[in-house]
């Protein structure tokens, strides 16, 4: 058994082949900066399309340098449970609603109405 194994080799672990010939693909470096002044950067294709933002390893949001701003025009507003509460009632009608649920409230505590 042993006579028969490769010695000198890890197999799995590298290649035969040669690395002559043979080119990487285009890169490019481009430059991030956060609000902070922290500057990030990050190798891309050259082909890539560039993100307006990056996240540092610090957990801050970079801006592309020299890049346009992020569109955040599409951003909804956040919408609360009373504005959603608004748009199925009135204020008139949930002034009776609560005026009602108050009064089952103190019945059922005994209080006089």
């Known amino acids: 058994m042993s006579d028969r194994s490769l010695r000198g080799m890890r197999l799995g672990a590298q290649s035969m082949e040669t690395e002559s010939g043979v080119e990487p693909a285009p890169r490019q470096r481009v ?3 956060c609000a902070d ?3 990030v950067f990050v190798m891309f294709s050259a082909e890539a399309e560039l993100p307006a933002t990056w996240m ?4 801050k949001e970079a801006l592309l340098v020299n890049g346009e701003a ?3 025009s599409n951003e909804k507003p956040v919408r609360t449970h009373w504005d959603m509460l608004l748009e ?3 204020l008139p009608e949930l002034e009776v609603i ?6 089952i409230l103190r019945e059922k ?3 006089k109405v």
Not at 56 to 59: A, D, E, I, L, V
Not at 98 to 103: C, E, G
């Open 31 to 33: 430059e991030y900066r």
């Open 37 to 39: 002044g922290e500057q």
């Open 56 to 59: 540092s390893k610090t957990g």
């Open 70 to 72: 992020p569109d955040t």
């Open 88 to 90: 199925r009632r009135t």
């Open 98 to 103: 609560l005026a009602d649920r108050l009064t």
């Open 109 to 111: 505590r005994g209080e």
